[in-house]
Each structure stands twice: as C-alpha cells, then as structure tokens.
C-alpha cells in the first residue's frame, strides 16, 4: 500500500501530535516492510524473539524425537531398533540440541522479546546484531543436523570428553560438525548476552531505578553475566579441539605435552554455570508468574534479587564436581563439595519467599500457575539428589548411571521446561494477541507432569541398581526389563502432553479468544501496551514510579513526549536511577546482518575442511561488517 | 490506558561519550567476555607448564625482539590514541582525521612486525603442546589486532566523508579508543607470558 500522506517534516516531534497521528507516524518510521526483504532484514526484537522462539521449539521437537528413539530402544532388553552406532548419535544429539540449541537460545529469546517491554522502551540495543545472531544460531542447528543426516552426527556425548573426541578416536568429521556447531551457538549466546546487558543497564523507562526492575528482567541481567564469562570458556576449548584434529596441535595430547583433563576442566568451567544459564531465566519466569495469580507483589522481592546475584557468582565455584571420579588432591574436593552445597542456600531462600507470596496471596490457579506449582514440587525433589550428588562418596558410586540422568532432567525439565511452558502460556496472548485454552492447557500439564515423573523417577532406581548411563542395549537377565518398560510406556504419556501443549499453541493462533492488553491484569509495562504490541512497542515511553507500575496506576500511563517520531529514536539513561540522558537514535533494518551472518557460517564450515578457509572467509566477512556498519544517511545517523 | 505526559524530554542530546553512551557500555561487555577468554587461554599455559617435566617443552624460549618491538609500538601508540580520544570529545574534526591517521597507521606497524614474530616463536603449532599454547596465544592477540585496525582503518575513512560530521562518529571514535587501550593493555600480559615468563623459569 502506497501511502499519500504528507512528507513528515525533519525532526517532527511527538509532543504535540494526536494519538491517532502519532501511532500513524511512528508506524511509517518503525515497521518492518512485508516481503521477503523486509523478512530478512528486519531489526525488531520482538520478530527476532519469535523467531528464537519458534526455532529453538523445533530444535526441542528434534532432540525430543531423539529421545523417543533412545526410549523405543531401552523398553526390552536386547533391542535390535537401534544400533550402537546410531545410539551414541541419538544421545549426543539430544544432549547438545537440547543443551545448546534449545535451553539456552529459548531462554535467551524471551529475554530478546521481554527484557524490552519490560522496561519501557522500544528495542533492544545494538537491534543489528540481534539480528545478526539469530542467522547465526540457526545456521549452526541446520549445520548439525544436516550432518547427522548424512550420518556425520556428533557422537562423543554432549561434554565430547577427548581421547574420544581427539584426532585419534574420533575418526571422520564427526566431532568437527559438534565443534563448530558450539562456535555458532556461542557467538550467538554472547552476542545477545551483550546486548541485553547494555540494554537493561541504559534503556530503562524513566524512573525506573535499580529497585524498581521486574526480577525476571534481574535474572536476564545476572544470566546475560554468566554467559558473559562462562561461554568463553567452551569456545576456547572447542576452538583448541578442532585444532588438534584438523591442524595437529597438541593440547589435549598427553604424548606431547598435553592433557586430555584440560578439556574437562575447560569444559566444565562453562558447563556447570550453563545449567544455571538455564535455570536462572526459569526462576524468574516463575517470579513474574506467581504475584499476577495470587494477586499481590512478590514477598521478599529484594531477598529474591540478591539470590539470583549470588546464584550466579556460586555458579562457577561448582564445576569440578562434574570432575569428582578423576581423583583430585582431598582439600580440593572438600571445597567443591561446600560450594556446591553452598548454591541450595540461595536456591532456597528463593523457594520460601515464593511459597510465603503464595501463602498471603489469594492463588488463581490457571494453566501458567500449575505449570510454577509442578516446577516448586519437582525442583525440591530434583534439589535433593544434587544435594546428593554433590557429596564425593554418593558420587562415586553413582556417577555415569541412571541415577544422574534422573537427577539433570530433574533438573533441566523439571527445574527450566515447566517454568518455560507456564511462561507460554502466560506470555502467548501478549505475543499474539489471544488466549491459549485453558481446558487443553489444564490435560497438557496433568500428562506432562505426570508422564515426566513417572519417566525420569524409576530412573533413580535403575541408577541405583547400576544400570549405566549411555548404553544402546543390555541383557535380561540384569533385572532392569520391567522398570525400562514402565519408563518407556510412562514417556509417552509425556510426549502425548507435549502432543497437546503444541496443538494448543497453533489452534488458539486463530481460534483463540482475543486477549486485550492486559488479560491477567498482570503489574509489568509490557502488559500496558497493545497486544501483540506494535513495531515501536510504546507510543510514548512510561516513565516508572513504583515497582508494580500498572497496579499502583491504574487510570493513567505516565509517559514522556518531545521524542522525534521521523526517526527511530528511545531513551537513553543512567544505569542506577534511569534518569534520562540521552535520545538515543535506534538503527533501522538492515540485509547486512544476515549476509554477514552468512559469511561467518559459510567460514565456520569451511573451516572445517580447510583452515584456509579463514583466511578467505575474512573477506566477505570484512565486506559484510563494513556494509553493516556504513551509515547510509538515515535521518538517525546524522545528528 | 490513558496516556498523561509527565516529562518532556525535547532538549536531551542524541549523542554522548563514555558511560553516557550504550555503545561504550557494549564495548566494555565485549573486552569482558574477550578478557575472559585470554584469561582461559593463559591458564592453559601455566596449567601446561605446570604439568610438564620442563618448561619449555624441548625448545629454549622464545626469540624476544619481535614481540618487544610490538611491545613498544603499542606501548608508543597509547599516546596518539588518548590524543585522538581527547579530540574526538571536543568534536574537532580536522585533528580527528589527523589522528585516527596515525592510529591507522601505528596499528599496521605492529602487524607487520607480527608477521616476523611467529616463526621467532621457535618451534611450531604441530610439535608439542608448548608450540600449541604459544600459537594460540598470539594468534588470539593477533586476531583482536587486526579486527581494531580494521575498524580504525574504516573510521578513519568515514571521518573524511560527510558522514563524519555527525556527533555519532566522534562517540564511535572515543569507543574505537577505549578497545585499543583493551588491544595494548592485552598485550602486556600476555608478552610477559610468552616471553618474560620461561626466561625467568630458566
Ligand atoms: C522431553 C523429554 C525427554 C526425554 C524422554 C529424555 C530422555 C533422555 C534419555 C533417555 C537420555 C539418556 C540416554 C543415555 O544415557 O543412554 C537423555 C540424556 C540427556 N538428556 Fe534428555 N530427555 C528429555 C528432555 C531433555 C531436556 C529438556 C534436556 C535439556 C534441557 C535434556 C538433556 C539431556 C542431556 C544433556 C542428556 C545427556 C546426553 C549425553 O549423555 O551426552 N533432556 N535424555
């Protein structure tokens, strides 16, 4: 549609503009064009959240077929369905897709989408490299599942432990796609960690001063800092990884100087603070759920906040507890064993005040709020054995048996994928604009709650009764049949609620009821502007007086105005108060991004089968960043 | 919900240097995450070093003159570049192009000397885990190099068109210095630790 309205004059102020004028012009600055241009090219977070959001759902249907696989073969003993070469695939590619390409980006993307209306402003900073990473992402999950496609599929664990993975044993390019495929990702993870840093530390609405930001924008905050130091780590070892198969170094190589622990010790200086990666985003999606349904402000909000700091600093005092069986000198052990007792203490501060909210509230018990239940139960459970875990001599005797498997999908889908599914559901009529059913939701999480306890609980008893983790077969006469069976049976009782969860989400896209703004008359700012919100998000920008903005205010919005409504402009301010300090221009779309994009994964894989292709791959790359960042005389740029 | 203007923000700038700007703020995020993975590379040195029955694996240390010479260069280089810093901030354009001419070119410098310090390295990637480490090591500095001089290289280019009269480019500039004081100040630590560290082992 062509539009004929007057050219809007240079540095046209909102301020004393209608609001239908006002929505009309910054509708005209801020919209993405339709088209498969304007598809490729656009910048907004919100566009580039859902994307996040539906990519890493398929990367989850992807792992979670492999995991029904892995069950179909474990229900009888002696299976012939799959065989020892296909498992090791199978279960490494469930633990890195679900690690990699699903937990973390899925967490990250609701921060991409969130963290902006959250704080009142109008996109995330640094929009291009937003846009930049998510190319970036789904090219490294195609590249990984491509491969094993071909039968190239990683195949040495999701932690790809050397010698297995090295030069020596790990023959073909098997370990070179898992590799690269963390090189993707993690460019990917930190980029995003850096922008929503700069953006929660500059963008806040007016006003909204360190005390006053919605703790789930907090632990987006102290997660973004754990990538910030934890995802370097993995990316240097994986780089030295690669190196060591394709170019002969010797890092990992004991024959020469090298160490095949370095690579635990590497490895798990990012893996154990990546379990709170995930973690910390899924507590503070319950704490944004549990005070909109039991209708008043969470209890201890500050308790709260220092828990989540603290988590994240504890997160990387734990990772030699992965490491426990290698031997390490006694005093050592005795530390890691307190510091990884240490981070219950935090983790259970957190608990109370949520059941004391619960407690002196008066709880709605919809779809998003069972979901928070089913996670409190599941995650003081799943606490418990790593609390047990976390003791040397338990974990001794039940290291690489079923009873670990038990204890981490506790964890991760008890402790991350309930949150995330009640996030869902109580975020999807902002995303969308309708209501998911509340009838499907109710039977999705009764089947998922009952199928995931009744999967992963027997579990700790085929640990204990020494069934090893990671085993494509084993023999009748173990005595393990009749409890595999019943785990077998009991995951599709889990699928089935995952079956019903998805149905839910498509069919309430067309069919669902309309959701208005704010349908939970929920307390945060995103719920103060249209739903699905538009492109600008806020036709001005909310200036914060209390920490439950829409529930101290209910008639009036406040806002700001003498914003530019010609240009992409938001505020800026200072990090401890957000007092307004600037008008920050915000870029415009750009193809840049995803060229560039194209050029560091084309790059990547080519590195794989020669290093030269860094060398060539430099220049497209230089091309594309230059392209990106030259100013192309957008009224933004020229101030 | 009805919209009650409190605050008009009309005369804020749309530019500003230092903490003022997100962008500085975007930087300081990256020279975290980078400084963290320096960190790591120079704790699998001495993690290296420390496990081995001698330190240096079977080849005596390093040749020291190239990496000081680089040493020095950039050491040298933090002047102009401070300078350049100070001028972008008074939004002076002409010694702003003057000056991000010689960070240009006191970048380039120091990347031709690197091209001499690897083979002083003395020994190769592929002969044991001591060449590994080293040429990761420099490899890894080499490579922020040469992403700083690219950047400066397109500033420098930048602030001679039109686009340079924007307030925004000086910002750019005052952040393209703020990396290149990461750039030099990497550096130091990890000359000590290739060159200074195994002679003083010895
Ligand atoms: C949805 C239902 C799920 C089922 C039925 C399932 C099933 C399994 C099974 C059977 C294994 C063990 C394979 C073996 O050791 O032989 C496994 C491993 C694993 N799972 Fe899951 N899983 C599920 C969800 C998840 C989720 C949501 C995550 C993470 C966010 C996850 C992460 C992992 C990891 C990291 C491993 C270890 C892989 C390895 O040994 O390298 N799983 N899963």
Known sequence: ?639 | MKQRLVLNLRDLPTYGFGTESPMWWGTLAFISLEATGFALAIGTYFYLAFIAQGWPISAPPPNIWPGTIVLVMLLVSVVPNHLVESWAKKEDLGKTQIGLTIMSIAGIMPLIVRIYEFPALGLSWDENAYGSILWLLLGLHTFHLLTDVGDTLVLMVLMFTRHGKSGRRFSDVSDNAFYWDFVVASWVVIYFVIYVFPRWQT
Request: some cysteine.
């Open chain 1, 1 to 639: 549609m062509k539009d004929t309205s007057p050219p809007v004059t240079s540095g046209l102020r909102d301020t004393e503009l209608d609001d239908a004028t006002l929505d009309r012009l910054l509708k005209k600055t801020w919209e993405t064009p339709k088209g498969l241009y304007g598809w490729l090219a656009t910048v907004d977070h919100k566009a580039i959240g859902r994307r996040y959001i539906v990519t890493a759902f398929i990367f989850f249907l992807l792992a979670g077929l492999a995991a029904v696989a892995m069950r179909l073969q474990l229900a009888v003993p002696e299976n012939q369905l799959v065989g020892p070469d296909l498992y090791n695939q199978l279960f490494t590619m469930h633990g890195t897709t679900m690690m990699f390409l699903f937990a973390v980006p899925i967490m990250e993307a609701f921060g991409v989408y969130l963290v902006p209306l959250m704080i009142g402003t109008r996109n995330i900073a640094f929009p291009r490299l937003n846009a930049f990473s998510y190319w970036v992402y789904l090219s490294g999950g195609i590249m990984l599942w491509v491969a094993f496609a071909l039968n190239t599929g990683a195949d040495a664990g999701w932690f790809s432990y050397v010698p297995l993975a090295g030069p020596e044993f790990g023959v073909g390019k098997r370990s070179d796609f898992w590799a690269q495929m963390v090189t993707f990702t993690e460019v990917a993870g930190l980029a995003v960690a850096v922008e929503i840093i700069a953006t929660i530390f500059k963008q806040r609405a007016p006003g909204m001063s360190l005390d006053r930001i919605p703790i789930f924008v907090w632990s987006m905050l102290v997660t973004s800092f754990v990538i910030l130091f934890a995802m370097p780590a993995v990316m240097i070892a994986s780089t030295m990884l690669i190196l060591d198969r394709l170019v002969g170094t010797h890092f990992f190589n004991p024959a020469e100087g090298g160490d095949a622990l370095l690579w635990q010790h590497l490895f798990w200086f990012f893996g154990h603070p990546e379990v709170y990666i995930i973690f910390i985003p899924a507590t503070g999606f319950v704490s944004a759920i549990i005070p909109t349904f039991v209708r008043r402000p969470m209890f201890g909000h500050l308790a709260i906040v220092l828990a989540l700091i603290s988590i994240g600093f504890l997160s990387f005092g734990l990772w030699v507890h992965h490491m426990f069986a290698t031997g390490l000198p006694q005093l050592g052990e005795s530390f890691f064993t307190a510091s990884s007792m240490a981070i219950a203490i935090p983790s259970g501060l957190q608990i109370f005040c949520w059941i004391a909210t619960i407690w002196g509230g008066r709880p709605i018990f919809k779809t998003p709020m069972l979901f928070v239940l089913g996670f409190i139960v599941t995650f003081v459970l799943g606490g418990l054995t790593g609390v047990m875990v976390a003791s040397v001599p338990l974990d001794l005797q039940v290291h690489d048996t079923y009873f670990v498997v038990a204890h981490f999908h506790y964890v991760l889908v008890g402790g991350a994928v309930f949150p995330l599914l009640g996030a869902v559901h109580y975020w999807y009529p902002k995303v969308t604009g309708r209501m998911m059913g509340e009838q499907l939701g109710l039977w999705s999480f009764a089947l998922i709650f009952i199928g995931f306890n009744a999967t992963f609980f027997p579990m700790h008893i085929l640990g204990l009764q020494g069934m090893p983790r990671r085993v494509y077969t084993y023999m009748p006469e173990t005595g393990w049949a009749g409890t595999n069976l019943f785990v077998s049976l009991s995951s599709s009782l889990l699928v089935a609620g995952l079956i019903l969860f998805a149905w839910n989400a498509v069919k309430s896209l067309k069919s669902g009821a309309a959701a208005g703004d704010n349908p939970w008359d929920a307390p945060t700012l995103e719920w103060a502007t249209s739903s699905p919100p538009r492109s600008y998000n806020f036709s001005r920008i909310p200036v914060v007086s209390h920490r439950e903005p829409l529930w101290a205010q209910r008639q009036f919005l406040d806002v700001v105005s003498g914003l530019r409504v010609d240009a992409r402009e938001l505020v800026s301010g200072t990090v401890a108060d957000a007092a307004p300090q600037l008008r920050e221009p915000s870029v415009d779309n750009s193809i840049w991004p995803f060229l560039s994009a194209l050029a560091v994964g084309a790059t990547f894989i080519g590195s794989i089968f020669t290093p030269w292709a860094v060398v060539w791959g430099g220049i497209p790359i230089a091309i594309g960043l230059i392209g990106w960042f030259w100013p192309k005389g957008n009224p933004e740029d020229e101030e």
